[in-house]
């Protein structure tokens, strides 16, 4: 049995199998051996398993992706017979006496480098496919899992790190839980484990030993427990159980308002990052959706979404959520969440970038035809939409002379167009501290104190190194709020918040006195804020 401790990011037991997910850096060491014969041996048996491996996924790709595209694999396995290659790795056992792991890194290294330097650029391509076989060849030889495929049985994944464009593309109904070393506690992969409702732990250093065991994931005390001795696992089914029933609990507090004793009253609405999640919205009785990532949309393609697309998915959301209200916030790439066809460059700062809305109004065509999806879905329930990263009137006035000539297009095709609110979220000091001037020009503000904190303190929110600088409850972010609400409330609109902080059990009271209007969360937060809500005086 073997205990690490890590980052809490969202409470809960998870009990299962552990699966080591995507490419382990291998640690590849030089060894001596004893046995040259022996050590050859070994490569091949691992030569033939990454061969076999390499079979599987031809056959998977050609069921999914055709044979052209497939036929990548069969190349792979072609480079593994390479005579020369495979000579190079038995010389370097037999001649050095070292580990296999050792040679055929060597051997890669070599190999890549040649084909590097050639001229044609067919030849200079395959230096990737060198590196891609001799990692695979190497991971086996350590004993790690190479494929990123989570399977058929429910997991406990361990990663490295996850990019939202993976944690989109997993089979939700197989994650028990999430532990990676990297990332931080507002990073895609924590907000993504919060609305599934599953524990989940950061800054965990993961072994390969432990792929295929028994772990327990305790997100309350932020631990990974690996191989449990009988008692602990028995207690820890306990926990289990007893954190069901409390789970269970919160939920005879489904279709209670969100009232407290005194009467006042507050929406509480669902942050989600795509229609999948539509499920745990239901199930937690959200009053509406506050806060809908459109821009996973975007990650889970290989190309930009055609208005059809959008539109499908935006209409799916109105319609499911009946009448309630869904606000759908406009693409916000770049940053953290990066996507190849848009072909961004590398920026030095990129959370200061170039990204959000900045990509909107320089690329119009990607904005209008998200905003043309979302008005024609705008017909099908009560659609609201709202821009991030705001941080000048000037902004505000182009994104409303766009929204309106695209409204008027729209008509004039004689495609029905509903009422549709339309807001900005309060994510910038700049933003925030022109708050009067921009409640003049919108329907409502949403609070995105993720970034709202990151820009305020001047802190990094994906930088896990910087946690223990990083004050949720600093002031500067509460002084904001407060000083956004009482002037969207000066002119007659409302202002909420849609960022983590909005789930703080903490600082519910304060923003209850503080008047703001909706709270949107994680879907698995509604009902402890409701409770915390109905809690208060
Ligand atoms: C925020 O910044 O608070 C927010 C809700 O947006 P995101 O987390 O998607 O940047
Ligand atoms: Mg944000």
Same mark, same amino acid.
């Given at each position: 049995?073997e205990?690490?401790?890590?980052?809490?990011?969202?409470?809960?037991?998870?009990?299962?199998?552990?699966?080591?997910?995507?490419?382990?850096? +291998?640690?590849?060491v030089?060894?001596?051996?004893?046995?040259?014969?022996?050590?050859?041996?070994?490569?091949?048996?691992?030569?033939?398993?990454?061969?076999?491996?390499?079979?599987?996924?031809?056959?998977?790709?050609?069921?999914?992706?055709?044979?052209?595209?497939?036929?990548?694999? +069969?190349?792979?396995?072609?480079?593994?017979?390479?005579?020369?290659?495979?000579?190079? #790795?038995?010389?370097?056992?037999?001649?050095?006496?070292?580990?296999?792991?050792?040679?055929?890194?060597?051997?890669?290294?070599?190999?890549?480098?040649?084909?590097?330097?050639?001229?044609?650029?067919?030849?200079?391509a395959?230096?990737?496919?060198v590196?891609?076989?001799?990692?695979?060849?190497?991971?086996?030889?350590?004993?790690g899992?190479?494929?990123?495929?989570?399977?058929?049985?429910?997991?406990?994944?361990?990663?490295?790190?996850?990019?939202?464009?993976?944690?989109?593309?997993?089979?939700?109904?197989?994650?028990?839980?999430?532990?990676?070393?990297?990332?931080?506690?507002?990073?895609?992969?924590?907000?993504l484990?919060?609305?599934?409702?599953?524990?989940?732990?950061?800054?965990?250093?993961?072994?390969?030993?432990?792929?295929?065991?028994?772990?327990?994931?305790?997100?309350?005390?932020?631990?990974?427990?690996?191989?449990?001795?009988?008692?602990?696992?028995?207690?820890?089914?306990?926990?289990?159980?007893?954190?069901?029933?409390?789970?269970?609990?919160?939920l005879?507090?489904?279709?209670?308002? +969100?009232?407290?004793?005194?009467?006042?009253?507050? +929406?509480?609405?669902?942050?989600?990052?795509?229609?999948?999640?539509?499920?745990?919205?239901?199930?937690?009785?959200?009053?509406?959706?506050?806060?809908?990532?459109?821009?996973?949309?975007?990650?889970?393609?290989?190309?930009?979404?055609?208005?059809? $697309?959008?539109?499908q998915?935006?209409?799916?959301?109105?319609?499911?959520?009946?009448?309630?209200?869904?606000?759908?916030?406009?693409?916000?790439?770049?940053?953290?969440?990066?996507?190849?066809?848009?072909?961004?460059?590398?920026?030095?700062?990129?959370?200061?970038?170039?990204r /959000?809305i900045r990509?909107?109004?320089?690329?119009?065509?990607?904005?209008?035809?998200?905003?043309?999806?979302?008005?024609?879905?705008? /017909?099908?329930?009560?659609?609201?939409?709202?821009?991030?990263?705001?941080?000048?009137?000037?902004?505000?006035?182009?994104?409303?002379?766009?929204?309106?000539? #695209?409204?008027?297009?729209?008509?004039?095709?004689?495609?029905?167009?509903?009422?549709?609110?339309?807001?900005?979220?309060?994510?910038?000091?700049?933003?925030?501290?022109m708050?009067?001037?921009?409640?003049? $020009?919108?329907?409502f503000?949403?609070?995105?104190?993720?970034?709202?904190?990151?820009?305020?303190?001047?802190?990094?929110?994906?930088?896990?190194?910087?946690?223990?600088?990083?004050?949720?409850?600093?002031? /500067?972010?509460?002084?904001?709020?407060?000083?956004?609400?009482?002037?969207?409330?000066?002119?007659?609109?409302?202002?909420?918040?849609?960022?983590?902080?909005?789930?703080?059990?903490?600082?519910?009271?304060?923003?209850?006195?503080?008047?703001?209007?909706?709270?949107?969360?994680?879907?698995?937060?509604?009902?402890?804020?409701?409770?915390? #809500?109905?809690?208060?005086?």
């Amino acid at each position: 049995m073997e205990e690490r401790s890590g980052k809490k990011i969202f409470g809960g037991i998870a009990i299962g199998k552990i699966k080591l997910y995507g490419k382990a850096e +291998n640690k590849v060491v030089r060894t001596k051996i004893e046995d040259a014969d022996a050590e050859i041996k070994r490569y091949e048996e691992a030569k033939a398993k990454a061969i076999e491996q390499l079979g599987q996924l031809y056959e998977k790709a050609l069921v999914e992706v055709g044979e052209a595209n497939a036929e990548i694999f +069969n190349v792979h396995s072609m480079m593994l017979e390479d005579d020369d290659y495979n000579e190079s #790795v038995h010389n370097i056992i037999s001649t050095q006496n070292v580990n296999a792991e050792y040679a055929a890194a060597v051997t890669g290294d070599n190999f890549a480098e040649v084909f590097a330097n050639m001229e044609d650029e067919y030849f200079k391509a395959r230096s990737a496919d060198v590196k891609d076989i001799t990692e695979r060849v190497v991971t086996i030889l350590c004993g790690g899992a190479e494929d990123s495929d989570i399977g058929d049985e429910p997991v406990i994944i361990v990663a490295e790190d996850l990019a939202p464009s993976e944690t989109v593309q997993m089979d939700k109904s197989k994650l028990l839980a999430f532990v990676t070393r990297l990332g931080s506690a507002n990073s895609h992969t924590a907000i993504l484990a919060r609305t599934m409702g599953i524990p989940a732990l950061i800054g965990v250093d993961r072994e390969e030993s432990w792929n295929g065991k028994i772990g327990i994931v305790d997100g309350y005390e932020g631990k990974l427990i690996i191989d449990p001795e009988m008692p602990v696992l028995e207690a820890y089914f306990k926990k289990k159980e007893a954190d069901d029933e409390q789970k269970q609990l919160l939920l005879t507090l489904k279709g209670k308002e +969100n009232v407290t004793k005194s009467g006042q009253k507050i +929406n509480l609405y669902a942050n989600i990052g795509n229609p999948g999640d539509l499920a745990s919205v239901i199930e937690n009785d959200a009053g509406g959706i506050g806060l809908f990532r459109s821009e996973f949309l975007y990650l889970e393609s290989e190309d930009y979404p055609t208005e059809e $697309e959008q539109f499908q998915a935006y209409r799916k959301v109105v319609e499911t959520m009946g009448g309630k209200k869904v606000i759908i916030r406009t693409l916000d790439i770049g940053a953290d969440k990066q996507v190849d066809y848009f072909k961004l460059d590398k920026e030095d700062n990129p959370a200061l970038g170039y990204r /959000a809305i900045r990509i909107c109004l320089t690329r119009p065509e990607i904005f209008r035809t998200q905003l043309r999806a979302l008005f024609r879905a705008s /017909a099908y329930g009560n659609l609201a939409i709202m821009y991030p990263m705001i941080i000048s009137v000037d902004e505000v006035r182009k994104i409303k002379e766009i929204s309106k000539s #695209v409204k008027e297009e729209l008509l004039a095709e004689g495609v029905s167009v509903g009422e549709v609110e339309e807001g900005i979220m309060i994510e910038t000091p700049a933003a925030a501290l022109m708050s009067d001037e921009l409640a003049k $020009e919108v329907d409502f503000f949403s609070i995105g104190t993720n970034d709202l904190t990151q820009y305020t303190l001047a802190i990094d929110r994906q930088n896990a190194k910087l946690d223990a600088f990083y004050d949720a409850h600093h002031p /500067a972010v509460l002084r904001f709020i407060q000083m956004v609400c009482d002037n969207a409330h000066k002119v007659g609109i409302w202002a909420g918040i849609c960022g983590e902080l909005g789930a703080d059990l903490e600082l519910t009271e304060t923003f209850l006195k503080m008047g703001l209007d909706e709270l949107s969360v994680s879907p698995g937060c509604i009902l402890p804020v409701r409770k915390a #809500v109905r809690d208060t005086q």
